[in-house]
Each structure stands twice: as structure tokens, then as C-alpha cells.
């Protein structure tokens, strides 16, 4: 992907001023995405909602964790020949042990994805709060390759420019 960025401004006029400049750039911006009040909210954009990327670190854990955590409640189950689950029978009680075990891997990816914290995280809440103190703010991406067109942007005169970093 391309250079993001957020443009803080602290008037309307002039953020759509600059969303109409961007959008008539060649080669096209990837996302122009305006967020504001009567724009669109904050939460609405994925990238810039730290619960979306709460979720999907959790996703991406899960997708390891949990056939890990089955093989591993699998392992313990033979290598312990503890008769926990004795009522089930020799080859149930390996296979309770597995399922439990993979229970614990998906309990372990809401664990892992919500101590993970990313400083993209401390710029959004920096953007949130410039957000709740009355100013607009404009998402600016850029295809791969493309050099963000930072002159255009600085004729704006934002209060700033937040570079988030690149997928």
C-alpha cells in the first residue's frame, strides 16, 4: 500500500476545498475519507477505529491459536495419562482434552489481541480528541508507488498532518 495520512483542519470550507483538490489528482487517491460532524463519524472508518483492529488481530491470533491449543490438549491428554475424563472412555477423554485445549486457544486470542496496543493506536486517540475539540479531519491515502501530494496539502493550511503507518 501507499503513504495514509490525516489532514487536521479547523474549518469545513477548507476541508472540502481540499477533498476536491485531491479528488481531481491523477493518479486517483486510493481513499479520501472526510470525518467530522456532519460528515462521516470517526468509528464508521475502519482504519482509524482501534475496536475494528482489536477484531481483526483477534482473527488473525484465533487462526493459529486455536488448532494449536487442539494439538496441544491433544499432547497433554497422551502424554499425562491422567483419567480426568475417564467416563468418556480412552479415546473420548483425549478428544475432550483436544476440544478443551482449542477452547483455551480461543480464549487465549481475546487475551493476546486486546495487550497488544500500537502507537497508530496513540495517534488515533490524538486524532479523536483534535475530532471532540471541533476540528475536521480529512484520510488521505495513496496507491502504491505514488508520492502523497504534500505541497497541495500544506496549501491548506492544516493545524496537522498525521502520518499513519503504511499497510
Given at each position: 500500500m501507499g503513504t495514509s495520512v490525516v489532514v487536521v483542519l479547523n474549518d469545513r470550507r477548507r476541508l472540502q476545498q481540499l477533498r476536491q483538490k485531491l479528488s481531481e489528482l491523477q493518479p486517483p487517491m486510493l481513499e479520501l475519507v472526510a470525518i467530522g460532524e456532519q460528515e462521516t463519524p470517526l468509528t464508521a472508518v475502519e482504519r482509524l477505529n482501534p475496536a475494528a483492529a482489536r477484531r481483526n488481530r483477534q482473527h488473525s491470533m484465533a487462526r493459529w491459536l486455536i488448532p494449536f491449543g487442539f494439538l496441544a490438549g491433544l499432547t497433554f491428554t497422551y502424554i499425562t495419562d491422567l483419567d480426568t475424563f475417564a467416563f468418556a472412555g480412552a479415546w473420548s477423554q483425549h478428544l475432550i482434552g483436544a476440544l478443551l485445549g482449542m477452547g483455551s486457544g480461543w480464549m487465549g486470542s481475546f487475551a493476546a489481541a486486546a495487550s497488544v496496543s500500537s502507537d497508530e493506536d496513540d495517534r488515533i486517540r490524538g486524532l479523536r480528541n483534535r475530532l471532540?475539540?471541533?476540528?475536521?479531519?480529512?484520510l488521505a491515502e495513496t496507491a502504491n508507488g505514488v508520492e502523497m501530494p504534500w505541497v497541495t496539502l500544506?496549501?491548506?493550511r492544516p493545524q496537522a498532518v498525521v502520518r499513519l503507518a503504511d499497510r
Amino acid at each position: 500500500m501507499g503513504t495514509s495520512v490525516v489532514v487536521v483542519l479547523n474549518d469545513r470550507r477548507r476541508l472540502q476545498q481540499l477533498r476536491q483538490k485531491l479528488s481531481e489528482l491523477q493518479p486517483p487517491m486510493l481513499e479520501l475519507v472526510a470525518i467530522g460532524e456532519q460528515e462521516t463519524p470517526l468509528t464508521a472508518v475502519e482504519r482509524l477505529n482501534p475496536a475494528a483492529a482489536r477484531r481483526n488481530r483477534q482473527h488473525s491470533m484465533a487462526r493459529w491459536l486455536i488448532p494449536f491449543g487442539f494439538l496441544a490438549g491433544l499432547t497433554f491428554t497422551y502424554i499425562t495419562d491422567l483419567d480426568t475424563f475417564a467416563f468418556a472412555g480412552a479415546w473420548s477423554q483425549h478428544l475432550i482434552g483436544a476440544l478443551l485445549g482449542m477452547g483455551s486457544g480461543w480464549m487465549g486470542s481475546f487475551a493476546a489481541a486486546a495487550s497488544v496496543s500500537s502507537d497508530e493506536d496513540d495517534r488515533i486517540r490524538g486524532l479523536r480528541n483534535r475530532l471532540e475539540e471541533g476540528s475536521w479531519l480529512l484520510l488521505a491515502e495513496t496507491a502504491n508507488g505514488v508520492e502523497m501530494p504534500w505541497v497541495t496539502l500544506q496549501q491548506a493550511r492544516p493545524q496537522a498532518v498525521v502520518r499513519l503507518a503504511d499497510r
